[in-house]
């Protein structure tokens, strides 16, 4: 079985500008979650989606955004990028996303100028 | 009060010794309780998940989960040089997931 997915590996952006990144989870998983990692704030959720729904939301502003496809990929959006937004972007996959496992993609590096 | 809280370590311990980390924390609601480990430069992967009240036990590792006190730690025997990583303690409730901020483990040789 394939892992979880994430696209691009590394971006690089400047300020104000707003990105999109992308998430794939294992196959017949149904649950997407996302987490930003940085070296001062650990590991922050962001947003869980299931079955194109979002069920719970971390405490981000609302420059943070997601959705869910119908084929469980998942995209999250971050706009009027600002430096502090440098980080690691996670995603993460689980079969329920009800005190499941999660299994986390390689992850996102954005790197904010 | 962070919702998960771990030391942050560095935790450093000599091969082959016994590395005890530790975590508490505040929702009495949690349910799913988890260790991952994370590598520099990686992404975490689990290691054990526990979901009750005792001990569990996987190899070298044992979890341990405390729900009166809120505390949860992992023991890992027989430390290896491998096992240096950063371990991060987990907590279910619900659709959400809340980590801790890690605990950095150096296993000496």
């Known amino acids: 079985k394939a892992g979880v997915t994430q696209t691009p590996r590394y971006l690089i952006k400047t300020r104000g500008q707003q990105v999109t990144l992308s998430c794939s989870p294992i196959?017949?998983?149904?649950?997407v979650s996302w987490y930003q990692q940085t070296p001062g704030q650990g590991l922050q959720f962001l947003f869980e989606?299931?079955?194109?729904?979002?069920?719970n939301k971390g405490n981000f502003p609302g420059r943070f955004s997601g959705r869910q496809f119908s084929n469980s990929r998942s995209e999250m959006n971050v706009s009027t990028l600002e430096l502090g937004d440098s980080a690691l972007y996670l995603c993460?996959?689980?079969?329920?996303?009800?005190?499941?496992?999660?299994?986390f993609g390689p992850g996102t590096r954005l790197t904010v100028l | 009060q962070k919702e998960v809280e771990q030391n942050s370590g560095p935790l450093s311990v000599p091969e082959g010794a016994i590395a005890s980390l530790n975590c508490t924390y505040s929702?009495?609601?949690?349910?799913?309780f988890f260790w991952y480990r994370q590598y520099s430069g990686k992404s975490p992967e689990l290691i054990m998940s526990?979901?009750?009240?005792g001990d569990k036990e996987d190899g070298r590792f044992t979890a341990q989960l405390n729900k009166a006190s809120q505390y949860v730690s992992l023991l890992i025997r027989d430390s290896q040089p491998s096992d240096s990583a950063t371990y991060l303690c987990?907590?279910?409730?619900?659709?959400?997931?809340?980590f801790g901020a890690g605990t950095r483990l150096f296993v000496k040789a």
């Open positions: 989606y299931f079955s194109e729904t979002q069920r």
């Open positions: 929702d009495r609601g949690s349910q799913s």
């Open positions: 987990a907590v279910n409730r619900g659709f959400k997931t809340i």
């Open positions: 526990i979901y009750s009240n």
């Open positions: 993460a996959s689980n079969g329920q996303g009800y005190s499941d496992t999660q299994y």
């Open positions: 196959s017949g998983h149904r649950s």
